[in-house]
């Protein structure tokens, strides 16, 4: 896994101390200068024409009035364009690289997330002389209809030969915590930006606005479930509520979540808040046993340490709904560099959303040299603006950069000039004048 081979890498490349012993800390310090001179090496000075290019478009009047967060390296040439790169910067939807990072890391990319019907009893004659269990497990793509459904599970469990339930219908959600929001989210976002969270999501639990299913949407997805199972053919008998399985249970049926590349996807492509706070909590289920943010943001800080990154950093949440999540550009970027020595790297590019093609980036960077080209995470909150990813120039050198805008009039506005800045970059070096070529 990653920490494996970075942990290889450094071996290779920080030779063995000669003389003094230096206390572990100190020589795990040293370590990680090594690392990161890697992630920064400059093979030969920048060409004036491209420091040029670079300078004159962080002079554009666009930037004037905002605060903009810049770091931008190219291979062989090294970090090009700064700008506040250390100053801690709100990342917005930039914080999901994280959260993909860590569900890429810590749950793998092929792992899935099953939802589960059980019984207390043997089923018997098509009856469950007991309770059925709906035990939620963490998947956020699960849907009322179709083929991944309560629809779906409802008609496993009549195939399974059931057809009359004397108990009651259990919602078991205790897989994760049942903080529903984060304190620090604007009142609003919940659900039109983000589903009350819950083990047992349902259409991102944003099909009712509803205060009480909003305070427990377990519940609210449990009476679906019972009109599913009716429609199947499967009656339950007894009252719907929230509780435990006990065990030992009896596995009646399941359903999937797609694997875990494909839900990464969905969040990063997409910037789905929902997908981003449900991995964040399993995360911290797999690795503590805790289903709750702080555990998955603890986990994911851990696993990426010896990536040598700066401490200097506050999160909150999964997802960047947050105000209170703040890292630096250069640490984005470094980052992002450091992350081209996992062996899921070709799954986390394949999940940012591509310049005029797909994503939040669909209708972006269209006729331009970054069309199809630039591969990014976009970030938007209230005065924010964020972009965070990887392309190459016009020779086949790789650009990756971040950068952050704060400006509480107007960021997009800001945010178009580093948006030129970028095509420029992708155009580098500008193709002859046809009259000179011929």
Known sequence: MLRSTIAALLLVTVPAPAGPVFEPGVDE?????????????????????????????????RLDDAALGLSIWVEGYGELA???SRLRLRPASNQKILTAMGALELLGPDST??????????????????????????????????????ESLAQSVRSAGITRVTGDLVIDESRYDTVRRHQSWSLFVAPEWVG?????????????????????????????FRSALARAGVVVEGAIGIGQAATPVHPVASVESPPMADLVAEMMTESNNTYAEMLVKEIGWATSGVGSTQAGLTAIQEALRPW????????????????????????????????????WWPDFVDSLAVAGQTGTLQWRFRDTAAQGNLRAKTGTISGVRALSGTMETAD???????????????????????????????????????????
């Open 29 to 61: 310090l040293r370590q990680c200068h090594a690392a990161l001179h890697d992630f920064e090496g400059r093979t030969s000075p920048p060409p004036a024409d491209l420091t040029t290019l670079i300078d004159d478009h962080l002079a554009d009047s």
């Open 82 to 84: 700064e700008s506040l």
């Open 113 to 150: 997330l099953a939802t589960t019907v059980a019984a207390t009893s043997q089923p018997s004659d098509g009856s469950v002389n007991g309770d059925l269990v709906l035990i939620g497990g963490g998947d956020p793509s699960l849907a009322a209809d179709g083929p991944r459904s309560l």
């Open 196 to 224: 009350s969270l819950s083990a047992l999501m349902v259409d991102e639990n944003r099909w009712s606005a509803e205060a009480s299913f909003l305070a427990n949407p377990a519940l609210g997805n449990g009476v679906l």
């Open 308 to 343: 040598c990154l700066e401490p200097d950093i506050l999160q909150n949440d999964g997802s960047g709904l947050s105000n209170g999540n703040f890292r630096p550009v250069r640490s984005w970027r470094l980052l992002l560099s450091a992350a081209h020595q996992a062996e």
């Open 396 to 438: 086949g050198r790789e650009v990756v950069f971040s950068a952050i805008i704060h400006d509480r009039d107007q960021p997009r506005r800001a945010f178009t000039a580093v948006d030129d800045l970028l095509v420029a970059l992708a155009n580098w070096p500008e193709p002859p004048d046809a009259e000179l070529e011929s």
